[in-house]
């Protein structure tokens, strides 16, 4: 079970690292151009949730009785990772 909650926790980190992508994206996008900053985010979210849902599926595949320790964990790491972003982001500012 120990080894499930930490491959979630490596999931939910590996599941914010599209985001971050997707944030840094933005910033190279010109006013002019057709790939627009909400589109960049929202490739980000899709290739994140992607991620997120191939691991638990692979997961409930591979040991079907230690889904819900790893989804729990995956979902901690991505949003403790987020906020830890954010904050870092309003510290700097």
Known sequence: MALSIILGLLAG???FLP???ALRLTKKVTTTSN??????LLLGVLVSFLLLFGA????KLVAP???FPFGV??????SVTAIIFGVIKLVRK
Do not use: R
């Open 13 to 15: 980190f590996v599941g």
């Open 19 to 21: 985001l971050l992508g």
């Open 35 to 40: 790939f627009s900053h909400m589109s960049a």
């Open 56 to 59: 638990i599926l692979t997961c």
């Open 65 to 67: 009785d230690l889904v």
């Open 73 to 78: 964990a995956e979902v901690a790491a991505l």
